[in-house]
């Protein structure tokens, strides 16, 4: 018998539709079918675009597939802090509870240009802020292999949709490790673009020196192909950078790792490593090596500085960017006797409390005395962080560490402690702060829990090819995961 179409990579998917052996409803079909499954164990998906999808799907059936189109016909869930026109965006808010955006984000319409098909808007932290799924105003998301763990943040049900087969792919957004912890933990693999990489533009804003939209998929060349849609320059993005593209498909062909040299910051592997995740990275390590790979050790800044740069940085941006949430323009409105009093009630009532806290916590780092004592210097923090990962990087292709120190945490066990869960992200900080790009690549599963262990593959600014290409060599010999065993 042959796989069921949802459990297809997306490149299989591609070709089955190539050879006219599958259609875009039946994909479609078999996509819905496995969210109907899995969907109440889960809860991936805030919004379903069911009707929109089998239309779109019906009306490509009959046609000749363009090869053009490298997403033809293909089922994709957008995380839900990404605008798509007509339909609802919530960014897991109450405040955008009912936004419709009359627009559609720059990476929704190069996706459609390409053919794909958007399935479902997925859940995530309340305005991406979190790091496991648990500050959505709406409800929970759970890990597929263990459906009592989180699946990470904050695109973790863009995560638990890839993992879970409810499609193909799924666009996600990274400000300080969004995209790869998620990955890491639901055992996919998710791509942080370079800064810049990819235009920002129709992304609800958190931080926006950090922001990055980046794909998620099962596999290293599927993310490749994603990448190679949505990225490229937009005018309408002063941040984009008109930097050539590079060959992220070819790259993800790469077999052997001779002539690349990898490196491991030593700070980055001693920082609260479980030990299964300390074992299996290391193993990851040692296949790099029979690859052909040169590996060496190199030195960071201490990663526990990128927390305290990171959290007053992306909290000062997030609370200048949220201050549009006034009830006045769009968004939740509540009765107020006057104008103070509506703005108060309105954002009392729209906002969660982790986004008070970082609303809070940044007009507290850019109040007057303090601006210099917090935000700036932060800022120059920022600035050594970004330099020691380039002198890093001058003499190693890339840099390995864990995704993440621990695999996924049972739910509800950090949501009380926002400093503990800030700590999830100690790994993957110090990347978005040098505005890097990193893949989150399944390393294998851990020996003693069997959930997925990610290890993060960090390159030179604009060489996204160049970790697809390790990352692909990698996983052709890594060991795999198999399907989630929580469904
Ligand atoms: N977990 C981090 C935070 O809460 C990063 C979130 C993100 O990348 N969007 O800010």
Not at 79 to 108: H, Q, W
Not at 196 to 219: H, K, N, W
Request: charged fraction near 20%.
């Amino acid at each position: 018998m042959s796989a069921p179409l949802h459990s297809l990579t997306l490149t299989e998917a591609r070709d089955r539709i190539a050879r006219e052996t599958a259609t875009p409803s039946a994909l479609v079909d078999a996509c819905f079918a496995r969210i109907a499954q899995t969907e109440k164990k889960i809860h991936a998906c805030i919004t379903l675009c069911e009707q929109e999808a089998r239309a779109a799907a019906a009306a490509m059936d009959g046609i000749r597939p363009d090869p053009d189109k490298a997403l033809w016909g293909i089922p994709v869930t957008v995380k839900d802090v990404i605008c798509t026109k007509g339909i609802r965006t919530t960014a897991a808010s109450r405040m955008l509870e009912n936004f419709v955006p009359p627009y559609d984000a720059f990476v929704v319409r190069r996706l459609k240009e390409a053919g794909a098909i958007i399935t479902a808007k997925t859940n995530m932290d309340e305005f991406a802020m979190g790091s496991s799924t648990e500050f959505s105003a709406f409800f929970k998301t759970a890990n597929p292999w263990d459906t009592t763990r989180v699946p990470g943040g904050s695109s973790g049900g863009s995560a638990a949709s890839v993992a879970a087969g409810q499609c193909f792919a799924s666009l996600g957004t990274d400000t300080g490790g969004s995209i790869r912890l998620p990955a890491g933990l639901c055992g996919c693999v998710g791509i942080k673009p370079t800064y810049g990489r990819v235009s920002r533009y129709g992304a609800v804003a958190f931080g926006s020196s950090l922001d990055q939209i980046g794909p998620m998929a099962r596999t290293v060349k599927d993310c490749a192909l994603v990448l190679s849609v949505i990225a490229g320059c937009d005018p309408k993005d002063a941040t984009c950078c008109d930097v050539p593209l590079q060959d992220y498909v070819g790259a993800a062909g790469r077999t052997g790792l001779e002539g690349i040299t990898l490196g491991l910051p030593v700070e980055y592997w001693r920082e609260g490593l479980s030990a299964e995740t300390g074992q299996v990275c290391r193993a990851a390590v040692d296949t790099a090596v029979k690859l052909g790979a040169t590996v060496k050790e190199v030195s960071l800044s201490g990663p526990a500085y990128s927390i305290a740069c990171y959290y007053v940085l992306a909290s000062a941006e997030a609370s200048t960017n949220l201050a549009r949430f006034d009830g006045m323009r769009y968004g939740l409105r509540a009765a107020g006797k006057d104008l103070p009093a509506c703005y108060k009630a309105s954002r009392s009532a729209g906002f969660g409390p982790e986004v008070k806290r970082r609303i809070l916590l940044g007009t507290y780092a850019l109040s007057s005395g303090y601006y210099d004592a917090y935000y700036e210097k932060a800022a120059k923090v920022r600035r050594r962080i970004a330099e020691d990962f380039a002198a890093a990087l001058e003499h190693c292709d890339a840099l390995l560490s864990p995704v993440s120190p621990v695999t996924a945490w049972k739910l509800g066990s950090m949501v009380e402690d926002p400093l503990a869960l800030y700590k999830m992200d100690i790994l993957t900080l110090g990347v978005s702060l040098a505005g890097l790009p990193a893949v989150s690549l399944p390393a294998g599963p851990g020996p003693d829990s069997g959930l997925p262990v990610g290890l993060q593959i960090i390159g030179r600014a604009f060489d996204e090819a160049g970790i697809i290409g390790i990352a692909a060599a990698l996983e052709n010999v890594l060991p795999r995961l198999g399907d989630p065993n929580g469904l």
